[in-house]
């Protein structure tokens, strides 16, 4: 759904493309031609979302040794502009690219899914990496895909005891390691199907982690919805 309110704003004040900085002359501060271009995720595998030929739904690892939860949808392949498009929104608190990028990945999901969770978990950051940052850019991200799906928000259902090592250096092992035990959760989701938020996944361990840590507390299910997704890992 869209806001009465923005689009009588838009039609005042036209929104100007975060990228190439023209007006964009709709509900959103992206201008058509620069959208176009970006990476859009294609063709995935329907539980881990990585990149696989048009004709496949599910990778070998799944069909192996599938992940602990059931469904991952990225919006965009992790490659440029998204990559940099992702590090000014959270790392310099350029929050207009993350508005951006929910707001397309909200109509992206909303155009593949028929049904939505119960409710959306985004990735609790441990108190530190909060307060060095300000923000957690999960939440931002499930706070527009909630409010496009009517589906709540629960932000302190869990929480990130373990101050992690930057994910992004590590191998697939050291990933796992890393985020072992990262994540507590008190809250009572018997039977409740879960949606799990966050930025950018490589190699799904800390969805992975979390996904555990949520079974455990009864879930029914879980998938995950993230900005963007590795093609490869």
């Known amino acids: 759904m869209t806001n009465w309110l923005d689009r009588i704003l838009y039609n005042i004040l036209p929104g100007r493309c975060v990228l190439c900085l023209s007006p964009t002359k709709r509900n959103l501060d992206l201008c058509i031609g620069c959208e176009l271009d970006l990476p859009f995720s294609r063709y995935t595998c329907w539980q881990c979302g990585l990149t696989l030929p048009e004709s496949q739904e599910l990778c070998g690892r799944c069909l192996t040794s599938p992940p602990p939860f059931l469904h991952c949808f990225a919006a965009f392949e992790y490659r440029s502009p998204i990559d940099k498009m992702i590090a000014q929104?959270?790392?310099n608190q350029?929050?207009?690219f993350g508005r951006v990028l929910?707001?397309?990945?909200?109509?992206?999901?909303?155009?593949?899914?028929?049904s939505y969770p119960d409710v959306w978990v985004p990735v609790p950051l441990h108190k530190d990496r909060l307060k060095f940052r300000g923000f957690n850019q999960a939440l931002e991200i499930a706070k527009v895909i909630a409010y496009e799906t009517?589906?709540?928000?629960?932000?302190?259902?869990?929480?990130?005891?373990?101050?992690?090592?930057?994910?992004?250096?590590?191998s697939s092992q050291q990933r796992k390691r890393n985020i072992s035990?990262?994540?507590?959760?008190?809250?009572?989701f018997q039977n409740v199907h879960v949606g799990i938020i966050d930025d950018v996944i490589t190699t799904t361990a800390t969805v992975a982690e979390l996904s555990r840590v949520l079974l455990k507390q009864g879930a029914a299910d879980v998938q995950v919805a993230c900005l963007a997704r590795t093609p490869f890992q």
């Open 181 to 188: 035990g990262a994540f507590v959760c008190d809250t009572d």
């Open 102 to 114: 929910s707001k397309i990945l909200a109509r992206q999901y909303l155009k593949q899914h028929l």
């Open 89 to 91: 929104f959270k790392n």
């Open 150 to 170: 009517t589906t709540p928000v629960i932000d302190n259902a869990c929480s990130r005891v373990k101050a992690t090592d930057e994910q992004k250096q590590l």
């Open 94 to 96: 350029q929050l207009a």
